[in-house]
């Protein structure tokens, strides 16, 4: 399976440029913090798959919506207090700069939490 996927290409070029800069950027973290991620559409929106799901993006009028699941969500709660976040959804505003360091805590940990559950599911 490829690891960059055309329909992410194509659905970030969906939106004005501002916004595909930070969809990119979003992206580019994602594959720098996990380099053996896959990317696919799921659901309408990127998907990023690293020993199961690990994150979605998607773009929005107001907003860049990412998906660490509930599990990122609760385990940043004190940090994601001056974001709108529900059970498995960040909004990060448009016209803010992406929170750089606080999306790659949440990649890390994702990708600890895969790892763990893909090593209990061998045994």
């Known amino acids: 399976m490829e690891r960059f ?3 992410v290409d194509a659905y970030i070029s ?3 440029p501002a916004v595909q800069l930070l969809l990119l950027q979003l ?3 994602i594959h720098e913090e996990a380099p053996d991620v896959v990317e696919t559409i799921s659901w309408g929106m990127p998907t990023f798959k690293y020993k199961g799901t ?6 929005f009028k107001k907003h860049i919506g990412f998906y ?6 609760e385990a940043f709660a004190h940090e994601l207090a001056g974001y ?4 498995g959804t960040i909004q990060f505003p448009l016209g803010a700069k992406l929170p ?6 949440l990649l890390r940990y994702r990708i600890a939490e895969n790892e763990e559950k893909a090593k209990e599911s061998r045994h």
Do not use: M, Y
């Open 100 to 105: 750089e360091d606080l999306i790659r805590k």
């Open 27 to 29: 992206r580019a973290i």
């Open 68 to 73: 660490p699941l509930p599990s990122g969500i």
């Open 54 to 59: 690990l994150v979605f993006f998607a773009g």
């Open 5 to 7: 996927d055309t329909r």
């Open 14 to 16: 969906t939106f004005p």
């Open 84 to 87: 709108h976040t529900s059970k």
